[in-house]
């Protein structure tokens, strides 16, 4: 039997775990991690942290010798535009952060994808898989079928409008969960009153759309309450 895409995993709401370590991780330490615990992605973040485009590529390149894909947490939602040289880089897949409209959903797909699902630009040594798809056409067809895009929703304004978000080519919707944490004490929505009711809300109103919800529950402890509610990424940070 074929294994399945990291793709393929995420808009069948397979349960996905994945561990969120540091650009700076070396290799030793990666390979620790993953015989400590059978993670199926990583998740690496610029929104909070340096970025540095080479090491990037580096640990892209460690990563798809370990055969575990990526996700990239690109540094600010208006950096939309850029996806393109983010993914040419090496990620399998993006994560846009703080995503409040549907314009942004919008332009991440835009930019995320190429034609005739996207505008990507066609470019990029580093680009995940491309040695097996030396034909340009053929690599745009493999990445629009394989690419896996995140929007972040870390408002409760963002939660009450998430099925105008999730638009076509948005694979998943992940939380962030401090970020809201905030967005809800200065919240007088009649419902919406907890992180957890807002995870609730989000599952309950992307039922049948084959859309994932993500949630970084941190720790092994809470995983089983997140897959409970519905969540089918759920991401923690290991020690190392």
């Known amino acids: 039997m074929t294994q399945k895409s990291y793709k393929q995993r995420v808009t069948d709401l397979d349960i996905i775990l994945g561990a969120s370590v540091p ?3 070396d290799r030793g330490q990666l390979e620790k991690i993953l015989e400590e615990e059978a993670y199926d992605i990583l998740v690496v973040d610029s929104q909070h942290n340096p970025l540095n485009e080479p090491r990037l590529v580096e640990f892209c390149t460690i990563a798809k010798e370990l055969g575990i894909p990526v996700n990239f947490r690109i540094k600010h939602t208006r950096h939309t535009y850029l996806i393109g040289n983010f993914v040419d880089l090496g990620p399998a897949g993006i994560e846009v952060p703080q995503v409040e409209t549907e314009a942004t959903s919008e332009e991440a797909v835009e930019n995320f994808y190429y ?9 990029g040594a580093p680009r995940l898989n491309v040695e097996n798809y030396p034909d340009s056409f053929d690599y745009a067809e493999w990445w629009n079928k394989n690419g896996v895009l995140w929007m972040q929703v870390e408002s409760v304004e963002a939660v009450e409008q998430v099925y105008a978000l999730a638009k076509p080519g948005v694979d998943c919707i992940s939380f962030g969960p ?3 944490s905030f967005s809800l004490k200065y919240s007088e929505h009649p419902r919406l009153k907890t992180v957890d009711d807002c995870v609730r809300h989000v599952v309950k109103t992307l039922e049948g759309t084959h859309k994932a919800v993500c949630f970084r529950s941190f720790s092994p402890d809470k995983r089983q309450k997140y897959i409970d509610m519905g969540v089918t990424i759920i991401i923690e940070t290991p020690n190392f």
């Open 23 to 25: 650009l700076t991780i």
């Open 115 to 123: 034609l005739p699902k996207g505008k990507r630009s066609v470019g």
């Open 178 to 180: 401090t970020d809201l």
